[in-house]
């Protein structure tokens, strides 16, 4: 048994208790029972985590009363160790959990003499076979664990590959810089909605992003050739993006979008002729509904020729927003005194994982920054929302809220459709369209 002492020490911490757990009841074996629960049996729509958590629950108050102790394999096999006298009431227990899954296959074709779904155990009498069972299932879960994890590494070296590409160079620089010149980007332009989101997740629309895809503008020019894999060659070329999308936005018929608007921009974009021609060129009223978004390593790049444009663009009627900020970086930036109007956090999960005194952390930037000031962007989940909405952040985007807007247009097209049926039942001189 000395060995179980020193076991893997890759296995996860259910494995480890369990070991431990067993090298010290050998010495009270004659003590205990337990059962083992074939969940890794069910079909996977029965071993979905609400599952496993009810299962987990069926044994909860043997396990307050100290009769008994839950371990959990990763394959979802549960053991079941108790005391003797607690026998009846772990039977009672396996019944209730066994008849969660009553509807499974497992179970549904069971024969009135077999028992698939458990496995009893006198821990006395079979200790060894027990143990032996544990290790060898412990065994076969982190062996596949490892092919899995070598197939994974393997597929995602090639993705990556794949993905990044070659680097780029100042020729192939020169060639999109040239194309791009020519090329019509107007199918290459996205649209990512800035929202505020109330109680029940929906959306209401602030105002939207705009801008050219770089994934998409890669695999329709150059496919095979990594753009940013030179901060300075791709700083220069999303100057030629800027002017493109400048010239776009000063064409009515080129785009086709309505209310506010922002989009990126280069501070030597902003200094340059080609955005004296596109302020002259746009009306007035247009500027007030425009946001432009600079990059907070353009910006501390040279400070003096960001503020020098940010209060050119602002004595216009634009706004500015500084966008790329993290919640590491944000605490060392001051909104009002850099004179932006908006700021965006981008969301990163340790904003939560990092525990209450990483939340407070944000909290007291987001504060000092003014909470209706701040955007929180690449928002992919709902627990971003929530977090968000919890320091004080009012305003999000990112594909989760994209999939709030959808489902909110799914929502009202329905209630739009029942209202008309109901007007319709109603008698034809009610069924007027609804607009």
Same mark, same amino acid.
Request: glycine content about 4%.
């Given at each position: ?114 028992? +698939?779904?458990?496995?009893? #155990? ?20 982190? $062996? ?86 030179? +901060? ?10 800027? +002017? ?61 020729? #960001?503020?020098?444009? +940010? ?55 987001? $504060? ?25 952040? $009012? ?41």
């Amino acid at each position: 048994m000395a060995d179980m002492e020193s076991g893997p020490k890759h296995l996860a911490s259910q494995e480890n208790l369990l070991l431990s757990y067993m090298q010290r009841l050998e010495e009270n074996k004659g003590d205990h029972m337990a059962v083992h629960l074939h969940l890794s049996s069910l079909k996977p729509y029965n071993r979905r985590a609400h599952h496993i958590r009810a299962a987990e629950n069926g044994f909860e108050n043997l396990i307050k009363s100290l009769n008994g102790q839950l371990f959990m394999i990763k394959n979802s096999d549960m053991f079941f160790f108790f005391k003797n006298e607690a026998r009846a009431q772990t039977e009672t227990a396996v019944q209730k959990v066994r008849f969660l899954f009553s509807d499974d296959p497992l179970l549904e074709n069971e024969e009135a003499d077999e028992n +698939r779904f458990s496995t009893w #155990y006198d821990v006395g009498q079979q200790f060894g076979d027990l143990l032996h069972l544990i290790e060898s299932m412990i065994e076969t879960e982190d $062996k596949r664990k490892k092919e899995t994890r070598a197939r994974m590494d393997t597929r995602t070296s090639l993705k990556v590959r794949q993905k990044e590409g070659e680097p780029i160079t100042p020729e192939i620089l020169a060639r999109v810089e040239s194309a791009l010149e020519r090329a019509d980007l107007s199918n290459l332009v996205r649209r990512q909605f800035v929202c505020t989101v109330d109680a029940q997740m929906i959306p209401e629309q602030s105002f939207s992003e705009v801008f050219i895809s770089i994934a998409d503008l890669r695999e329709t020019m150059v496919p095979g050739i990594n753009l940013v894999s030179n +901060r300075w060659l791709f700083q220069h070329m999303t100057e030629s993006l800027d +002017r493109r999308m400048l010239s776009l936005l000063s064409k009515n018929d080129a785009l086709a979008i309505s209310g506010d608007i922002s989009f990126n921009a280069n501070v030597t974009t902003l200094l340059s002729r080609g955005f004296q021609d596109f302020d002259d060129n746009i009306m007035a009223s247009r500027r007030g509904s425009m946001i432009i978004e600079l990059q907070k390593v353009d910006i501390f790049a040279d400070l003096s020729a #960001y503020l020098f444009a +940010r209060e050119f663009v602002q004595d216009k009627g634009y706004r500015v927003c500084l966008d790329g900020l993290t919640h590491n970086t944000m605490g060392m930036v001051e909104r009002e005194r850099l004179g932006a109007d908006l700021v965006k956090l981008v969301w990163h999960s340790d904003m939560v994982d990092g525990g209450p005194d990483m939340h407070e952390k944000v909290r007291t930037v987001v $504060k000092r920054a003014n909470p209706s000031k701040v955007i929180m962007c690449r928002v992919d989940t709902r627990e971003a929302v929530d977090f968000g909405q919890s320091v004080g952040i $009012k305003m999000f985007q990112g594909h989760f809220i994209e999939n709030l807007i959808a489902e909110d247009a799914r929502r009202r097209e329905l209630l739009r459709l029942k209202r008309r049926m109901e007007r319709a039942e109603q008698g034809p001189e009610n069924a007027v369209e609804e607009f």
